[in-house]
């Protein structure tokens, strides 16, 4: 089991920056890829961003691409996601994912086995 924590959510004017951690722990050696999915009310789980633990190549929404940047501390087991000019359209709940095993795509929350329990963003228009 890897259990995780979201941080740094809050409530932001648009324009502004907000940076979201999510340190993991418990099996972390087990950890293929850590992602940022999102939802806001009444709609569905949005992947947001994704990482792969070992080589680092990340994946990003299109609608994020240029805004949002995903990073790793390995040493830390963390994951991190810096969103710079945030619109009010990207107001919801984030959440931290973990896959455990190897999947050729991560941009499903599917593919994600650990979950954390979510960080709520606002921004205000």
């Known amino acids: 089991q890897v259990h995780l924590v979201e941080s740094g959510g809050g409530l932001v004017q648009a324009g502004g920056s907000l940076r979201l951690s999510c340190p993991a722990s418990?099996?972390?050696?087990?950890?293929?890829?850590m992602g940022w999915f999102r939802q806001a009310p009444g709609k569905g789980r949005e992947f947001v961003a994704a990482i792969r633990w070992n080589y680092g190549s990340t994946y990003y929404a299109d609608s994020v691409k240029g805004r949002f940047t995903i990073s790793k501390d390995s040493a830390k087991n963390t994951v991190y996601l810096q969103m710079n000019s945030l619109k009010p359209e990207d107001t919801a709940l984030y959440y931290c994912a973990a896959a455990l095993s190897y999947q050729t795509d991560y941009t499903g929350p599917g593919k994600y086995d650990q979950w954390g329990q979510g960080t709520q963003v606002t921004v205000s228009s």
């Open positions: 418990g099996h972390t050696f087990r950890i293929s890829a």
